[in-house]
């Protein structure tokens, strides 16, 4: 793969009036993990909102599972069925198409049945029978780059998902292992994984993370998340990744890192700013 020219990307529609990799930039926004139907509903309103104040397509993001977290005592979400009907009714709720991870194969046919965009997990973008899966689906497929990978590996991810005959394929760049504890993120990523004719999307606040840093959690360095947005649109790219929550100190995942809802509009502002002086 050539990757100094990046070729023209494919543009993905995951809903109506949400394109990416078309004109305008997009945000996928939410908290990590769904805690419960209230809360869930709570943070997917006000993304709604802001995003409609401001004229941006948004995909509502929360998981039913986390499933790699660093203790197993750790809070997971709800669980496949409950998640999903919770995420089902975010959409009924607020008109937002939404996105969940997948970690199994025999999780995709439910979750398919209700999400837009399916999310393949950084630490399993290598599971062939998962990404198969998720191709067959027919949706729109969005792959976290592994903190384990070089950006070029990523050409072999794709040409998995692309063998079920689906297309409709993001990839997202959310750091890299650095030593212990810590990722870094190589902004040649973007145009790199763009190069396999994908839109590309960068995760900001997975990408300040600090894997296992708290010992039985990870930790996260949140107060770097408007820098890491401002290099990534200023290098290119298609999609935003935000998790938010109202208070992410009292979030029960991933907390250290996520963006307060306060602070999402004023970022988001400035991401599309960037966007559209780079697109020029």
Do not use: W
Not at 107 to 123: H, T
Not at 220 to 231: C, H, K, L, S
Request: proline share 7%.
């Amino acid at each position: 793969m050539n990757t100094a020219v990046p070729k023209k990307n494919r543009a993905v529609k995951i809903a109506p009036g949400v394109i990416i990799g078309g004109p305008e930039l997009v945000a996928i926004c939410g908290p990590c993990v769904i805690e419960d139907e209230k809360m869930t509903l709570r943070i997917a309103r006000r993304v709604a909102d802001i995003c409609k104040q401001i004229k941006m397509p948004v995909v509502f993001k929360a998981s039913f599972d986390k499933a790699n977290r660093t203790s197993g005592r750790s809070f997971r979400g709800p669980g496949l069925e409950k998640g999903l009907e919770i995420l089902g009714r975010v959409k009924e709720k607020t008109g937002l198409p939404v996105t969940t991870d997948v970690h199994d194969p025999a999780q995709v046919e439910a979750a398919s049945e209700v999400v837009d965009l399916l999310q393949i997990p950084a630490f399993l973008c290598r599971q062939t029978d998962l990404l198969l899966a998720a191709g067959q689906t027919g949706k729109p497929v969005n792959i976290k780059k592994g903190q384990f990978l070089s950006p070029p590996e990523m050409s072999n991810v794709v040409e998995k998902i692309a063998s079920s005959g689906n297309k409709k394929i993001l990839l997202t760049e959310r750091g890299t292992t650095f030593g212990y504890n810590n990722l870094v993120v190589d902004f040649r990523s973007l145009p790199i994984m763009r190069a396999t004719g994908c839109p590309v999307v960068f995760d900001a606040t997975h990408s300040v993370q600090l894997p296992g840093g708290k010992g039985g959690a990870s930790g996260g360095q949140g107060e770097f998340v408007p820098a890491m947005i401002r290099a990534a649109m200023a290098v290119g790219c298609d999609a935003l990744f935000l998790e938010t929550h109202f208070q992410p100190k009292k979030s029960p995942s991933d907390g250290d890192n996520m963006l307060p809802l306060s602070k999402l509009a004023e970022n988001l502002r400035l991401a599309r700013d960037i966007f559209r002086v780079v697109r020029k």
